[in-house]
């Protein structure tokens, strides 16, 4: 199982960008996907997650109405759109995957994680 994020890069306070995490020798539409940030000198966080049966989506307060969690089954690849980006969103961003439909926000269910792509948006 492989999980590889794409998407990152630098873009000025106001932008967007589109991760892109996509899964291989695995099913992504099968499982819940979710993704975490880590910001320089923080610890990692939980941002966003999508079922897999309902597609239930969830968020954390600070990225609530800027970003979007989205599946294209057909790619095997889920998407974080992210709006109105601030310096705040400066951070390495993962996704990961559990062996399960439903979704979680606790970081120690998800067994399967990607690399992690940078996302900066500076001051």
């Known amino acids: 199982v492989q999980l590889v994020e794409s998407g990152g890069g630098l873009v000025q306070p106001g932008g967007s960008l589109r991760l892109s995490c996509a899964g291989f020798g695995v099913t992504l539409d099968a499982y819940a996907i979710g993704w975490f940030r880590q910001a320089p000198g923080k610890e990692r966080e939980w941002i966003s997650c999508?079922?897999?049966?309902?597609?239930?989506?969830r968020y954390t307060d600070s990225v609530k109405g800027r970003f979007t969690i989205s599946r294209d089954n057909a790619k095997n690849t889920v998407y974080l759109h992210m709006d109105s980006l601030k310096a705040e969103d400066t951070a390495v961003y993962y996704c990961a995957t559990r062996q399960s439909f439903l979704v979680t926000t606790a970081q120690t269910h998800y067994r399967y994680w990607g690399q992690g792509t940078q996302v900066t948006s500076p001051a």
């Open positions: 999508i079922g897999s049966r309902d597609d239930s989506r």
